[in-house]
């Protein structure tokens, strides 16, 4: 499958900071209302702050949560310009990528043309994150610092894959940020990055040429 146009990347505005803020001010009315109103009796005998306090409340926690979702989202997105930046400055010959290329599954943080071949390259912020391997070489997996599991390796390893087979291109999952720089692991046919863009060009190099891409 050929990759759509790049789209420019858009802020979710309205979702994450608009709407929310709304939500804020409507909750904390009603727990304003909620307290001037306290001693007061509501429908069916039940104290009239319940009934403004409880959807004031849930409103205003809502709305942080949003807010907090946004925050992150907003980080993740200039983590990302930052990283490919950084690999855009320092690209060896014969490279070249692009950003912003949209499949039926959604957008390609990187497309990089390396080695020969193309990659779909997913880029996440987590920075709390290592490749355990057993006996040294064997079995990597995805661990917090602490050698916990590391609960969202399997969505993402699952939606770098999924990505790159919509856009026909090897797939590859890349934590700038992550602990550990320069370690990196083919994981159920993705590769795995954790570094900056000197680790991502040393491992595709490593790796990129026996690496499946999907046609």
Not at 22 to 48: D, K, N, S
Not at 85 to 100: F, H, Y
Not at 108 to 118: R, Y
Request: proline fraction near 7%; aromatic fraction near 10%; glycine fraction near 12%.
């Amino acid at each position: 499958m050929s990759p759509s146009p790049s789209r420019q990347y858009r802020p979710w505005i309205k979702e994450d900071y608009l709407w929310p803020a709304a939500w804020l001010a409507a909750g904390l009315l009603l727990l304003i209302l909620a307290w001037h109103y306290r001693a007061a009796e509501g429908m069916g005998g039940v104290p009239a702050y319940f009934w403004l306090g409880v959807p004031g409340g849930a409103a205003v926690a809502l709305a942080l949560r949003r807010m907090k979702r946004g925050r992150a989202r907003s980080y993740g997105k200039s983590l990302e310009g930052a990283a490919v930046r950084d690999l855009q400055s320092g690209l060896p010959a014969g490279w070249s990528t692009r950003t912003g290329v949209m499949t039926s599954r959604g957008d390609v943080d990187l497309w990089l043309s390396a080695e020969g071949k193309p990659f779909a390259v997913e880029i996440k912020s987590h920075a709390n994150v290592r490749i355990r391997f057993i006996l040294f070489f064997f079995w990597p997996s995805l661990r917090h610092r602490d050698g916990s599991p590391f609960a969202p390796g399997s969505a993402a390893l699952d939606q770098t894959k999924a990505i790159a087979r919509e856009a026909g291109a090897a797939p590859v999952l890349w934590f700038p940020a992550a602990y550990g720089g320069g370690c990196h692991a083919v994981m159920r046919g993705a590769l795995v990055v954790l570094g900056g863009h000197r680790a991502l060009i040393k491992a595709v190099r490593r790796k990129g040429p026996n690496l499946q891409g999907h046609r």
